[in-house]
């Protein structure tokens, strides 16, 4: 019985080690309270607990650190005894990063006990499991919120904004986003690895410069963007003007660098509520400032947060107004100078809201910020060739229906078959539709934009270049491309009373020459007063379109002008 009553019994050593691990559990459990001068008091107590002469814990990120040797090294305890290692413990974390813990034991001293062993063997384990915890946390909020190089990125800005919008603390923060000018510059001209310390030397320039509660972050490339008290932007300023900066190892060259920048002052004024479109604004006032018509550092104005709530709530009534069926084709009339005679026709898109028509200037500039232009561009196709079925349907003979298409349709290589699908599913001749692209403004678009009018013309449809001579290198656009029709712009048909040698007539004279030599069917626009017809007839323009014969027309009033025609 004796035997047994002792195996039962507690010793005191055993209810001290006991006491131990019980506060060295609350501290590492602990995480709202928890510090490190706690853990390693409880460390402490261990070590002499167990008569350990030191104890070591290491940290690397990454398998590629641990054997470079660069992590962190805590050495919590040491009493200087000569010593020998008796536990070593490495664990690697699911984001390869590596914990590692080693207990020193006195050479001199008596050993461990089986048991004792297995005592501190268990706290070595908590320890290192506490530590995978808890920089494995760390890991992530790093990861999460910083990007490859370790700048803070977006994720590390927009908890901090969300923050403060829900204090109410935005009103008189400043929002700036730079760049770096000539960024690609110094890449080509100093390499990788010094334009990189050139990006870093002006962000810490910039973050030094923000003030304690200031944040700045690395969107992408060399843009970061930038939050801030108004009293630090003076000294911003001066930064983004120009800040010399040692560039390569040696220390011996200094570059002078500056920066573009758009700004916004937040304040009751600003009605913007969402950070992205914020950002919009102030991309756009980026962009002025790498273009320099304003200066190098652009400020956001009342003006331009209002023009962006109208953009966003225009793109919200689009949606609607898409479903309730509020866009329709209007007709302008294209008409023959030599009979009077409607030959053709351009339809326009209006949108129709509350009983108001709503002009194209009005919203299609901001549909052509997305691709919702080209969902508006097959709508209007839709209805025209509704309207020609109708037509053909009535014994009314249609005249050919000129539809405009946007640039943003040139990189969706399905065009034409779309466009077909919309048109054979009226079945109606192909003869009837011309489609009608504007000048584009890069020789990648004029790639693209020989493939689709090309594709076009295999079809059967006709094809014409709108607003002629205002766009990209309008001569190799008309040697390039096959067009059916040109369309002359109207800035370059005289006003009345305008001198015959004028540039305006000399150059109409010569354009309405070369498109009529080469062949094309030559359209003017623009054309308002008999005087300006009479210079289409001088000129052999024989197509006419204009308010001098009409605006565009509601579908009911287009259809009495083809069945009445004009009279000159």
């Known amino acids: 019985m004796k035997g047994s009553l002792q195996e039962f019994m507690v010793s005191e050593r055993d209810e001290q080690f006991h006491d131990l691990l019980e506060r060295f559990v609350d501290v590492i459990v602990d995480t709202e309270g928890f510090t490190r001068e706690r853990l390693v008091g409880i460390l402490v107590e261990v070590a002499k607990f167990f008569n ?13 650190h641990e054997q470079l040797g660069k992590g962190e090294i805590f050495i919590d305890y040491d009493d200087g005894r000569e010593s020998k290692v008796i536990i070593s413990l490495r664990v690697v974390t699911p984001v390869l990063s590596v914990v590692k813990c080693s207990l020193y034991y006195p050479v001199d001293a008596e050993e461990l006990s089986e048991d004792e062993y297995k005592k501190l063997n268990l706290v070595a384990r908590g320890l290192i499991r506490f530590i995978s915890r808890n ?3 760390n890991s992530i909020e790093r990861i999460a919120f910083h990007d490859f190089y370790g700048f803070p990125n977006a994720n590390f800005f927009f908890r901090k904004y969300d923050q403060l919008n829900r204090e109410g603390k935005l009103s008189g923060k400043i929002l ?20 990189d310390r050139i ?100 400020y956001v104005s009342d003006k331009d947060s209002l023009e962006q709530e109208r953009i966003k709530k225009l793109k919200v009534m689009f949606q609607e107004a898409f479903a309730s069926g509020e866009f329709s084709a209007f007709y302008q009339p294209k008409v023959s100078i030599d009979t009077g005679k409607v030959v053709g026709t351009e339809a326009l898109c209006r949108w129709i809201h509350d009983g108001k028509v709503m002009l194209p200037s009005e919203f299609i500039p901001v549909l052509e910020l997305s691709n919702e232009i080209c969902r508006l561009d097959f709508h209007v196709l839709d209805i025209v060739c509704g309207d020609i079925k109708r037509w053909l349907d009535s014994g009314l003979e249609p005249v050919r229906v000129s539809v405009n298409l946007s640039r943003k349709h040139l990189s969706n290589m399905d065009l034409v078959s779309h466009l077909l699908k919309i048109v054979d599913g009226y079945n109606i001749p192909h003869k009837y539709i011309e489609f009608e692209f504007t000048e584009t403004t890069t020789s990648v678009g004029v790639y693209n934009l020989k493939r689709v009018v090309s ?16 766009g990209y290198s309008s001569l190799s656009l008309i040697r390039e491309i096959p067009w059916n029709v040109i369309k ?18 000399v150059m109409y004279r010569h354009i309405a020459s070369l498109t009529h030599d080469i062949g094309f069917e030559t359209v003017t626009e623009g054309v308002e007063t008999a005087r300006q017809v009479q210079v289409l007839r001088e000129n052999k323009c024989h197509i006419a379109q204009g308010f001098y014969f009409d605006k565009a027309l509601p579908v009911e009033q287009f259809e009495i002008r083809l069945k009445q025609g004009y009279k000159i």
């Not at 295999?458 to 607003?467: I, K, L, P």
């Not at 002359?488 to 007539?505: C, H, I, N, R, V």
């Open 52 to 64: 350990l002469s030191k104890g070591v814990t290491e940290f690397y990120e990454n398998l590629w």
């Open 135 to 137: 920089r494995l946390q």
């Open 176 to 195: 700036l986003v730079y760049n770096l000018r000539n960024f690609s510059v110094f890449n080509a001209e100093f390499g990788r690895k010094n334009s």
């Open 199 to 298: 990006m870093k030397s002006f962000y810490e320039a910039i973050k030094y410069s923000v003030g304690e509660n200031g944040i700045v972050c690395r969107l992408s490339s060399d843009t970061f963007l930038c939050m801030f008290d108004t009293g630090f932007m003076p000294r911003i300023e001066q930064i983004l003007k120009g800040y010399p900066i040692i560039y390569d190892e040696q220390g011996k060259n200094r570059i002078l660098v500056s920066g573009y920048a758009g700004v916004i002052v937040l304040s009751e004024k600003i009605t913007l509520t969402s950070l992205d479109d914020i950002l919009s604004v102030l991309y756009n006032a980026l962009t002025e400032a790498r273009m320099g018509a304003y200066g190098s550092i652009v």
């Open 455 to 470: 594709e076009l013309q295999e079809a059967g449809f006709s094809t014409a270049v709108d607003d002629f001579g205002i």
């Open 488 to 505: 002359l712009d109207k800035d370059f048909l005289p006003l009345d009373g305008e001198a015959s040698d004028s540039k305006t007539s």
